[in-house]
């Protein structure tokens, strides 16, 4: 499954936007999913997770509170609403698919999911 991220753009601190992670080429509905962020100069940051069956999910802590995850398997896609946005929040975001089918719990390490899709920029600024 080839996974790709839209919806990113420039908003204004204190703003929101919503991303959206779109599988193509198979189903996501049997993998959970994660969201991932990369700033210029920093490493990898992984961010939140959702069960294959929506019933779980996980944030790390830079993000909780103001990010939600959600998934829709009918339209296959996995989307990530962002509240309460702060300049810190500029990086490109991605998603990624878990390695493991049908994984019991949810993910809570980036290091379970598998390469990476084509991410979108977000822009946070006055």
């Known amino acids: 499954v080839q996974l790709q991220a839209s919806g990113g753009g420039w908003v204004q601190p204190g703003g929101s936007l919503r991303l959206s992670c779109a599988g193509s080429g198979g189903t996501l509905v049997n993998s959970a999913v994660g969201w991932f962020r990369q700033a210029p100069g920093k490493e990898r940051e992984f961010l939140a997770a959702?069960?294959?069956?929506?019933?779980?999910?996980y944030y790390t802590g830079s993000v909780k509170g103001r990010f939600t995850i959600f998934r829709d398997n009918a339209k296959n896609t996995v989307d990530l609403q962002m509240d309460r946005l702060n300049p810190e929040d500029t990086a490109v975001y991605y998603c990624a698919a878990d390695k493991t089918y049908r994984r019991a719990i949810v993910p809570t390490r980036g290091d379970y999911f598998g390469s990476r899709g084509q991410g979108t920029q977000v822009t946070v600024s006055s």
């Open positions: 959702i069960s294959w069956s929506g019933s779980s999910t």
